[in-house]
């Protein structure tokens, strides 16, 4: 699977820990950034890009990490086609794929550790949307919010 994957400074290190089980796991990774821990940086300098890469299909899935996962998470969702949830257990990421469509995983680096990490990425990569009639339904709902 082709994996995008951004950080600012607060979730630096996990995104770096992340990145290299994912390509031992033989996915291909796309890495926007932060590239350097930088005290200083913004997170939409890194989170929107990637919003953009998987809303366009370039990259399958997103991985989106900032110090708690919610500014990370705004910001991505202020990309159309962007379904972005931040989760910190297996059950939620899942779920979020399955009934929500999500295409980006947002983990707070300050907030989960890299095996509750590991756990939470692997349970998103692997779920599959149900495309049960009445998570379409309510997707389509979503969307529209997109259009007005």
């Known amino acids: ?81 962007i379904r972005c949830g931040l989760c910190h257990d297996h059950f939620s990421s899942r779920q979020g794929v399955e009934d929500d469509h999500m295409n980006i995983v947002c983990l707070g680096g300050r907030v989960i550790g890299i095996e509750l990490a590991w756990d939470v990425v692997t349970a998103f990569l692997s779920a599959e949307f149900s495309g049960a009639e009445r998570h379409r339904r309510r997707l389509e709902k979503v969307a529209a919010l997109e259009e007005s």
Do not use: W
């Open 1 to 81: 699977m082709q994996i995008g994957i951004a950080a600012d400074h607060g979730g630096f290190g996990l995104k770096e820990q992340l990145t290299e089980r994912l390509r031992d796991a033989g996915h291909a990774v796309e890495d926007f950034g932060a590239h350097q821990l930088n005290t200083q940086d913004d997170y939409p300098d890194y989170i929107v890009p990637l919003a953009r890469s998987v809303a366009s299909g370039k990259n399958d899935r997103g991985i989106a990490v900032c110090g708690s996962g919610v500014g990370a998470s705004v910001a991505a969702n202020k990309i159309n086609g």
